[in-house]
């Protein structure tokens, strides 16, 4: 395994429905996000966890819930969506060295939510 | 906050011509950092160039390049000898120079390259 892997690819749910989304990355990196990209929207950034600690939640609905167990691996919890909250979600992770940024994202392939 | 304004939602090219993509951004920080990331169709998102706000020269990386114009707030990618690889979502970033690494991204332009 390399880089930063999500699953699913493609989840299909209802608006009443629970799932998560799971993103891994292997590549040693001490932060990890969540972005949604919409048709036609600048990539929103959801959440930002450095050092497994959330540092960064951008006014996101409850119904959408992170979680960080350790520095590998992000989760991102669904409840009671609705349709306009189908997206592709996009994990990425980076290795921050405090006040020397790169900017450099390492991006997973996404995962495409649909909410019925 | 900063914006970041991409005007072109799409553009087509021949392979092997060059091809310039636009960006503009609003700031009122002095040090930033500006990228340009690619989205080819169904893969990872990827960097492909990055500029820092207080070096005068452009970047270039292989056949990417920038102009990046610090008082006009412009900032173009130029892509030389465009080959079909090239073909996806164009990202422009801006990013704080203490900005822990949170972007701000453009709408993206996908570009086509047309055999």
């Known amino acids: 395994e390399t880089g930063v892997t999500q699953t699913p690819r493609h989840l299909v749910m209802g608006m009443t429905n629970k799932k998560s989304l799971k993103c891994e990355q292997h590549?040693?990196?001490?932060?990890m996000y969540w972005y949604k990209q919409s048709a036609k929207k600048p990539l929103e950034l959801m959440f930002v966890y450095s050092l497994e600690e959330r540092v960064e939640n951008n006014s996101v609905p409850s119904r959408f819930s992170p979680e960080c167990p350790n520095s590998s691996h992000l989760f991102l919890h669904l409840h009671t969506l609705q349709p306009e909250d189908s997206a592709l979600y996009l994990c990425?992770?980076?290795?921050?060295?405090?006040?020397?940024?790169?900017?450099?994202?390492?991006f997973g392939e996404g995962s495409r939510l649909t909410v019925l | 906050a900063q914006t970041v304004t991409q005007s072109q939602p799409e553009m087509s090219v021949q392979e092997a011509e060059t091809v310039t993509l636009s960006c503009t951004y609003d700031t009122s920080e002095n040090n930033y950092y500006l990228f340009w990331y690619k989205q080819p169709p169904s893969r990872q998102m990827i960097l492909v160039i990055r500029q820092e706000a207080y070096k005068q020269q452009n970047a270039t990386e292989n056949r990417f390049s920038v102009n990046f114009q610090k008082a006009a707030k412009s900032f173009s990618l130029k892509i030389s000898d465009s080959q079909l690889g090239d073909t996806a979502m164009y990202f422009c970033?801006?990013?704080?120079?203490?900005?822990?690494?949170?972007?701000?991204f453009g709408t993206g332009t996908r570009l086509t390259i047309i055999p």
């Open positions: 590549l040693g990196h001490n932060a």
């Open positions: 990425a992770s980076s290795q921050v060295f405090g006040a020397a940024p790169t900017g450099e994202l390492f």
């Open positions: 970033a801006f990013m704080k120079h203490a900005g822990n690494e949170k972007l701000t």
